[in-house]
C-alpha cells in the first residue's frame, strides 16, 4: 500500500464530506486516504470542505447508502442535504480522520434545527 492508502482491514472506504458553505454531505467512494480524497475535491471547490469520517465499504455499500438517503439527494453528483438519519448513521459508524478511532462524539450542533426539521421530513 502506497502513503496515500489507510488500512482499515479492507481496501476501500465511504467518506462523507461536508461542505461548510451549503452543509450539503458527499458520500464517496476511494480506494485512496481519504484525506487525499478531501484535498482533491478541495481543489475544485471554492468553499471549504470538511471530512466527517469515513467507514469500510465497497462501491456497493455506497450505492446502498446513497439509495437509503435518497430523498435527501441535491440533485447534483454524490452530494445529500443532511438530515437526522444521515447525521446519526455518521455518528455511529464512521472513523475520524484525526484519530483513526470510531468517534465518541459527535458535533451535531454545526445544523440548524431548521436544516434537520425540512430534511427528516420524508424518511
Request: proline letters at 2%; one cysteine or more; aromatic letters at 8%.
Amino acid at each position: 500500500m502506497g502513503a496515500d492508502t489507510i488500512c482499515v482491514g479492507g481496501d476501500t472506504l465511504i467518506y462523507y464530506i461536508k461542505d461548510t458553505r451549503s452543509g450539503l454531505i458527499k458520500i464517496g467512494y476511494t480506494k485512496q486516504n481519504p484525506t487525499h480524497r478531501l484535498s482533491h475535491l478541495q481543489i475544485g471547490n471554492p468553499f471549504l470542505l470538511e471530512l466527517l469520517g469515513y467507514e469500510e465499504g465497497d462501491e456497493k455499500m455506497e450505492y446502498e447508502i446513497q439509495t437509503k438517503y435518497i430523498k435527501q439527494h441535491c440533485g447534483i453528483g454524490e452530494w445529500f442535504t443532511p438530515c437526522l438519519k444521515l447525521l446519526l448513521h455518521i455518528k455511529n459508524n464512521t472513523t475520524t480522520a484525526k484519530s483513526k478511532r470510531k468517534r465518541k462524539h459527535f458535533q451535531m450542533s454545526k445544523y440548524t434545527n431548521q436544516e434537520l426539521s425540512d430534511s427528516d421530513l420524508g424518511i
